[in-house]
């Protein structure tokens, strides 16, 4: 089955404490992106990757990391997390990598920074 | 970068009802996408524009990609229980290199039974 998997699902941690979420997909698709989704804000981009090692900032970057050391895996990092990174957060792939020409989307991850 | 709006931003309807939400650009996209997201889950893809003017139907939906480039519409015809849910426009930036995308704010569809 096609798809698009984050982990973990729900995730509470504390200030300063790094942390991964990672994201995998099994469709071959060479762009990915992470995304925050925050109530009235509709989903913001955060980075995304056209390619293996190929990453770039989208318009909400500061706080965040990313890698693409695969094709398949697009992990998002947080060195040093924050409360106003509390969000809900998606990945996402899609073949083109023309941007999300038909995007598939991760189930989400929640996260609560204290 | 581009900024999408939506509206409106949320809508209560009897089921049966027909449902009509916009998205607006004060640029030009050459691409338009509508996308569903359930509560609990990630966006899905409904309709993809890529031609000014471009009427699609997908099942019950039909969206519109405006003459302008600056805004297309999304119809939902006899509304049921299930399509419950935020419906967000996106397109690409068109003014980088490819790669950016960027998402309405999105509208919130409640239908009563």
């Known amino acids: 089955e096609a798809q698009v998997t984050q982990n973990p699902r729900y995730l509470i941690t504390v200030t300063g404490k790094k942390l991964t979420v990672t994201c995998s997909q099994n469709?071959?698709?060479?762009?990915m992106s992470w995304y925050r989704q925050d109530p009235g804000l509709g989903l913001r981009q955060i980075y995304y990757?056209?390619?293996?090692?190929?990453?770039d900032k989208g318009d909400v970057p500061e706080g965040y990391k990313v890698s693409r050391k695969e094709k398949r895996n697009f992990p998002l990092i947080l060195e040093s997390p924050s409360p106003n990174q509390t969000s809900l957060y998606f990945c996402?792939?899609?073949?083109?990598?023309?941007?999300?020409?038909?995007?598939?989307f991760g189930q989400g991850t929640r996260l609560t920074v204290v | 970068g581009q900024q999408l709006n939506q509206s409106p931003q949320s809508m209560f309807i009897q089921e049966g009802e027909d449902v009509s939400m916009n998205c607006t650009s004060s640029?030009?996209?050459?691409?338009w996408l509508w996308y569903k997201q359930d509560p609990g889950e990630g966006p899905v893809l409904l309709i993809a524009?890529?031609?000014?003017?471009e009427l699609t139907s997908n099942g019950r939906l039909t969206a519109q990609f405006g003459i302008t480039r600056k805004d297309s519409f999304l119809n939902i015809s006899a509304s049921i229980p299930s399509d419950v849910g935020i419906y967000f426009c996106a397109g690409p930036d068109e003014n980088t290199n490819a790669g950016k995308s960027t998402f309405g704010d999105g509208t919130t569809l409640t239908v009563k039974p």
């Open positions: 640029s030009i996209f050459n691409t």
């Open positions: 996402a792939s899609s073949l083109s990598n023309y941007v999300p020409a038909e995007a598939f």
């Open positions: 990757s056209m390619n293996v090692e190929v990453t």
């Open positions: 469709m071959n698709h060479e762009y």
């Open positions: 524009l890529y031609k000014a003017g």
